[in-house]
């Protein structure tokens, strides 16, 4: 079965350093999403992503971060200058057109130091 | 606005015994609902999904849930637990004409021998 697949799986940084977390969707699936976990809290919506643009962030989401397709398979998240509260795990997903539901992938965990 | 509340953090049951993972939904729409299951170092793999037509919804590895509407739950049921469905489950709710999954604080189901 087809899978959204996430790299690294663990990444650490220094505070202030900028971070691409890489992820490559389900190659037919059109929708695509960033989520993160921060250690011991729910999981958070942060961007949705459709036909090349932002259709719907979250008030996390702020100037720090920003979202690219550069080609027809990644999908990335840049934060430009990284926090210590910016450690979590962040999940990609993606999904197919209508009401189709969403894959999600293992996870980048970020450590910010 | 969207919200669930899981009202068990932890729950252990014995292999071969009923499993109930408790979820209350509040929405001031019709929802949709979802039950999410995250294994050790895996991703968010959908359980289940409920989109307002039938109000017990069957899933993979013999989950299910039902919804009620009068009581705003969405409960999730197996009658018989195994080892592998030690894991995190999280219920989540979503409002149609959205992409933004709310998610619930999660719920670990330990299963004993």
């Known amino acids: 079965e087809p899978e959204v697949t996430q790299t690294p799986s663990h990444q650490v940084t220094q505070m202030g350093q900028e971070v691409i977390l890489r992820c490559v969707p389900i190659?037919?699936?059109?929708?695509f999403y960033w989520y993160r976990q921060i250690l011991g809290q729910k999981v958070e919506f942060l961007v949705s992503?459709?036909?090349?643009?932002?259709?719907?962030k979250s008030e996390i989401f702020d100037d720090q971060f920003s979202v690219e397709r550069p080609d027809g398979s990644n999908f990335t998240l840049k934060i430009r200058s990284t926090k210590l509260e910016d450690s979590a795990m962040y999940f990609c997903?993606?999904?197919?057109?209508?009401?189709?539901?969403?894959?999600f992938g293992n996870g980048t965990r970020l450590t910010v130091t | 606005a969207q919200s669930v509340t899981q009202l068990d953090s932890h729950v252990s049951v014995s292999e071969g015994t009923p499993v109930l993972l408790r979820c209350n939904y509040s929405?001031?729409?019709?929802?949709?609902l979802f039950w999410y299951v995250q294994h050790p170092n895996k991703g968010l793999q959908l359980l289940l999904k409920y989109t307002s037509a039938a109000t017990l919804v069957k899933g993979i590895n013999g989950f299910e849930a039902e919804f009620k509407k009068s009581e705003t739950s969405f409960h999730l049921t197996k009658p018989s637990a195994h080892m592998s469905d030690a894991a995190e489950y999280f219920c989540v709710v979503t409002r149609p004409g959205t992409d933004k999954l709310i998610f619930g604080t999660g719920t670990r189901l330990q299963v004993f021998p």
């Open positions: 997903a993606s999904r197919d057109r209508g009401n189709s539901p969403l894959h």
């Open positions: 992503f459709y036909n090349n643009e932002i259709s719907e």
């Open positions: 190659s037919n699936h059109l929708y």
């Open positions: 929405s001031s729409y019709s929802p949709s």
